[in-house]
Structure formats: structure tokens, C-alpha cells
T-cell receptor, first 113, second 112 residues
């Protein structure tokens, strides 16, 4: 039981490049989400999903896309990277939407130059 | 939108002193969750409270949920250096599609 797995752990992008951050969970969790955490700050919700085929925007969705084709996977796509997207990205999941604590992945540290 | 305020932002204590962080919501919550994030790590779920006035304990940690379900606290008795990290609360409301709103966290440092 691996929990929530995020890849890569570190990434450097040039402005304008695109990439996909991977997130996979093997706990049959219904709810999955992406957060970004900037230095010394809290967690801001980017996108979330309450089940396969269902996604919705969080508080900071601009510049990011998501999809949820399976229960296990919830990739986050950066369309055209900007320096303002330099951050640590966490994927989190929970067994039941709104009723259980979140299990977080170990994070992806992204730098956009 | 829903806001969750957490105070203080930083707390520095001497090892052995107590520590408390407070979480306040602008709306009535269906549940409150607490997480700990060690420096350089990821948030780890500690506990969830759902009942008005609920109190739960985990060893030296005591969690409370207010009677009005708008505030919560985490109290650590006799802090140890292993308690260092940032403590986040996250409040959920029934009408928020299952999303919990995180406070900005309280960062605890412990001087040996």
C-alpha cells in the first residue's frame, strides 16, 4: 500500500514550457485534490475531483488543468509555465468526500526560471 | 467564501513549555481537521473533530471543537523538540462540495 505517490519530486522548467505532475493513489479514495504551498504560507486549492470523470476548480485554478479518467490517477498539467508558478505542489486524497482526513503525497518542488 | 483564520502565525517556546494554536471560521463547520507538517515534509493528518464541544486527546496533544462549531484549538503539553513543525487546521462545511479550507498554519519552534 503505497499511499499517495507524486512524481517527479523536483522539476525545473523554463518559462513557457508545459509539463504534467503525476499523482496516483492505491487506497480507492473517492476524493483527490491538488494544492500549492508557497514559502511560509498555507495550502491553496488548485483543482479537485470527487470521483472519476468529475473535476472542479479550487481557489487558484488559472494556468492549470486536471483530468480524472480513473479513480487512482489525478494528473495536474501546467499549460505554459510562469515564474509565479514556482511552488511546492501537493496531491491529497480522502476515502470519502468531505468526511475523512486527507492523505498527502510527498510533494513536487517546481521552479520556473 | 469560507475563511479559516489561524493564530498565532509563529510560536517559539522553550522545551517543556505548553503550546496552543487557535483556529476560527467565519461559518459554521461540519468538521475540523488538524495536520502537522515537519520542515521540508508534507502535511500529515492528525485528527478530525465533528461534534459540538468535542475534545480528543492524543498523548500530549489535546484537540477541542467549539460549541458553536466555528472554532477549534490544539494544545500541546510539555513540548518536545519532536513537536517542531507547522500545524494546520482545515475546516469543512457541508455545502462546500467536500472541500476543506486550510488555515495558514502555526509554525512552532522549540528551543532545547
Amino acid at each position: 500500500n503505497a499511499g499517495v505517490t507524486q512524481t517527479p519530486k523536483f522539476q525545473v522548467l523554463k518559462t513557457g514550457q508545459s509539463m504534467t505532475l503525476q499523482c496516483a493513489q492505491d487506497m480507492n479514495h473517492e476524493y483527490m485534490s491538488w494544492y500549492r504551498q508557497d514559502p511560509g504560507m498555507g495550502l491553496r486549492l488548485i483543482h479537485y475531483s470527487v470521483g472519476a470523470g468529475i473535476t472542479d476548480q479550487g481557489e487558484v485554478p488559472n494556468g492549470y488543468n486536471v483530468s480524472r479518467s480513473t479513480t487512482e490517477d489525478f494528473p495536474l498539467r501546467l499549460l505554459s509555465a510562469a515564474p509565479s508558478q514556482t511552488s511546492v505542489y501537493f496531491c491529497a486524497s480522502s476515502f470519502r468526500t468531505g468526511r475523512d482526513g486527507y492523505t498527502f503525497g510527498s510533494g513536487t518542488r517546481l521552479t520556473v526560471v | 467564501g469560507q475563511q479559516v483564520m489561524q493564530i498565532p502565525q509563529y510560536q517559539h517556546v522553550q522545551e517543556g513549555e505548553d503550546f496552543t494554536t487557535y483556529c476560527n471560521s467565519s461559518t459554521t463547520l461540519s468538521n475540523i481537521q488538524w495536520y502537522k507538517q515537519r520542515p521540508g515534509g508534507h502535511p500529515v493528518f492528525l485528527i478530525q473533530l465533528v461534534k459540538s464541544g468535542e475534545v480528543k486527546k492524543q498523548k500530549r496533544l489535546t484537540f477541542q471543537f467549539g460549541e458553536a462549531k466555528k472554532n477549534s484549538s490544539l494544545h500541546i503539553t510539555a513540548t518536545q523538540t519532536t513537536d517542531v513543525g507547522t500545524y494546520f487546521c482545515a475546516g469543512g462545511i457541508n455545502t462546500n462540495a467536500g472541500k476543506s479550507t486550510f488555515g495558514d498554519g502555526t509554525t512552532l519552534t522549540v528551543k532545547p
